[in-house]
């Protein structure tokens, strides 16, 4: 989505997108990118968020129990904010649910 964005904003390009059935999820992503007046879909085409849920648990505290010390490496400060074995942060859970909204 950020390259249509880009190529958006290059001037004299125009995104157009068009929708034959589902645009829903990724695909409402997409569209979302089309230039202004752009995003043409069919009659009965679907186009809109389906909704977002997004669940783990996290085993870090039980794996210090046990003496294990969890290692976690990222790319970036906002790869994976909340894993599996990694120590669980309220910046972390804030940036999971800004996502997920």
């Given amino acids: 989505a950020q390259q ?5 904003n290059e001037p004299g390009l125009t995104v157009t997108i068009v929708v034959d059935k589902v645009a829903a999820s990724g695909g409402y992503m ?3 990118t089309a230039s202004p007046g752009r995003l043409f879909a069919a009659p009965f085409a679907v ?31 906002d790869k994976a904010p909340v894993g599996l074995v990694g120590e669980v942060t309220e910046e972390g859970l804030a940036k999971v649910q800004d996502m997920v909204d």
């Fill in 30 to 32: 997409i569209a979302c």
């Fill in 47 to 77: 186009v809109g968020s389906i909704g977002v849920i997004g669940q783990t648990f996290n085993i870090h505290k039980t794996l210090e129990g046990w003496g294990v010390r969890p290692l976690v490496f990222r790319g970036g400060r």
């Fill in 4 to 8: 249509l964005v880009r190529l958006r």
